[in-house]
Structures are given as structure tokens and as C-alpha cells.
């Protein structure tokens, strides 16, 4: 009797044959998201997440945070909280916060940057303007929230969007004044008195698109007293007629152009 011993091969499975299929999923993914990040990087714009100095005109001096020398600034200086700015007389000084705020000085103008905070879906910034006069715009972009907040010697304006004008003289003083002139949107005006080594909030009013609020020495006196005088009316018209309304205005329109 003869006995026929069959053979079979039994194959069996490698690691390699379990995890192959997962790496070639892995190695496709990796390059449909390497291929995604090339285009976005060769054809899709970005934006700078810095906020820079531009000096269209004149001179402006530079104090950096933490610094006790003023220097004179150069065109394109990336700032950051706790500058503080003094634009020559006749010169001009913009920043750009992050393509969201556009902040425009003009001649003999003193500015602090108190606070800037960009992400978490909004950005929030606090300016102080010791002196002159300032624009600002936030209308060009408005993928996120933005919060501004200028601080003057005696008003605290709050903006959540649009373009607006803030002056700062010393409204208690001879000649002196305080305004805020809306040219989009609407803002928050809170008026301050000095009590002692205090300020006191005595007011808090809406100013709206093409209002202007202003603040003289006799109207900061009627504050003193408890009162409530005018302060709100038209934005008035050699304003709108100055050489620094139409640049501010001319340069708007380059922000909006395509």
C-alpha cells in the first residue's frame, strides 16, 4: 500500500501585509495636505500678522516699550504694545495693525500703544492719543471682531468698526479742545473729569456716522459742575473741507480698491 502525502503551501500573513494598506493611506494623505499647504503658499495671499510704522511724510520719533531714549523712527518699523510715537511738525505717521485697524497721525501728534491683542476671532487694541490727531479706520477687513479703544485727556471713545477722527487738546485749557468726528459706523464717547487724583466718568453717549463730538474748556467747566451741556452736532464743515480730511480720505479709497 502506497500512501500519496499531498502538498499544500500555507501562506501565511506577514505583519507588513496587515499594516501596508494603513502607510499607503498615511503616504496619500500626507500628500494631498503637503500639495494643499504648496498652493496656499504660491497662490493664496496672506496677511501680516505684525503691526508696522509707515512715514509718509516728515519725521517721526520712536520711544520702544521698556525704553528710555527716543529715537527717530524708520519707514516700516514693526511696533508692539508699549511703543509710544511723536510725529514732527508737518509730518505723517501711519500704522497698520495686523490688516485689521489703520491708525493715521498727523503733524505734532503724541502716541501711546497701550494694548494690541490679535486672535481668538477678534482683535482688541488700546491707544492712547496724548496729543494732535489721529484717523482710524477698520473698515477694510472685517473677517474678525475688532475692538479699538483711544483714550484721551479726557474722553474714552469705543469703536467696534468703522472710520473715525479723534482730536486731542488740552480741553481745560485756553483755546483748547477735545473732538471725535464719525465718518462710518458710530462710536462711544465717555467724558472723564479730574477729581482729585481721580477721573470720574460723568457721561457716556453714542456719536453717529457723520456726527462730531466736541469737548472746549467752558463745556469741560460745565462738566466740573454736574452738567450736561450740547456736545453732539454735525461734523463740522472747514473739517471736511482741511487738507487732512481729504488725505485721510484718499487714502481710504486705496484701502477699498481691489
Known sequence: MSYHRSHHRVHRRHLVDYFLPLFLFIAFALVIILARQLYVDMFVKHEPLDAYLFIPQGQVQILPAGSFTWDFAVNETRVVAGDEFTVGAGGRGTVRFFQRLWMRMNGDSGVLLSKIVSGGGGDQFEIGLKSGQAWFNTEAYRETSVEVSVVTAH????????????????????????????????????????????????????????????????????????????????????????????????????????
Open 155 to 258: 474722553l474714552r471713545i469705543n469703536s467696534d468698526g468703522g472710520v473715525f477722527e479723534v482730536e486731542n487738546s488740552a480741553a481745560d485749557s485756553s483755546g483748547g479742545a477735545e473732538a471725535v468726528r464719525v465718518l462710518r459706523g458710530k462710536v462711544e464717547v465717555t467724558v472723564l473729569v479730574q477729581d482729585s487724583d481721580t477721573l470720574r466718568e460723568v457721561e457716556t453717549l453714542e456719536v453717529g456716522e457723520g456726527q462730531e463730538f466736541s469737548m472746549t474748556a467752558s463745556v469741560y467747566s460745565a462738566y466740573q459742575k454736574f452738567q450736561s451741556p450740547e456736545v453732539v452736532g454735525p461734523v463740522n464743515k472747514n473739517f471736511v473741507e482741511g487738507e487732512w480730511y481729504l488725505w485721510n480720505s484718499a487714502e481710504d479709497e486705496k484701502l477699498e480698491a481691489p
